[in-house]
């Protein structure tokens, strides 16, 4: 009962976030030709826009003409991340998070491939390349999974050092 209940919480989590992503995706393609950006605000357009791209590499525009690669390894990564969910103990909430992200944003772009061969890509900010939703939540739950880590291991060493390992005691011999 507890592995459906741990399957329902990660299969939520990135169930919201892939709606939210194929939601704004389907926004920008609806409304925008490719290419074409737009902004609330003028004043704004140079530092956060809105712009119609198709990607057909990685998250940031990164490895261009990998598609077929990234959608192999988007399938591996989502059954790595299905087989080794329930295996992280019910209180390490960081790293189930961190996962729920980034299955949530590896099937966003994945059915981006299968459906249109490419990836849209549509939030702009200053000269950093043009992402989506799912590419946000992969990075979210990368550098929350490599925080969660680091804490970890810090929370093991502090324990370690505040208790040294007994030292071996010699045997007691009976004096008679």
Do not use: C
């Amino acid at each position: 009962m507890a592995k459906a209940r741990d399957y329902l919480v990660l299969l939520g989590l990135a169930g919201l976030v892939v709606a939210l992503d194929q939601w704004t995706k389907y926004l920008v393609r609806s409304r925008l030709a490719v290419a074409e950006p737009w902004s609330p605000w003028e004043w704004m357009a140079p530092y956060a826009r809105i712009v119609h791209w198709n990607n057909t590499g990685a998250a940031f525009g990164i490895f261009q003409s990998g598609g077929m690669v990234f959608t192999v390894v988007a399938f591996v990564v989502a059954a790595a991340i299905i087989y080794y969910y329930p295996r992280i103990p019910s209180g390490q909430l960081p790293l189930r998070l961190a996962l729920g992200l980034q299955l949530g944003g590896a099937v966003g772009n994945l059915i981006d491939r299968l459906t249109n061969g490419t990836v849209t890509d549509f939030i702009s900010i200053g000269s950093f390349p043009v992402f989506n939703v799912a590419d946000a939540s992969i990075s979210t739950g990368v550098a929350i999974l490599v925080a969660a880590m680091w804490i970890e291991e810090r929370r093991r060493r502090a324990e370690a050092k505040a208790s040294p390992a007994q030292e071996p005691q010699e045997p007691e011999v009976p004096v008679g």
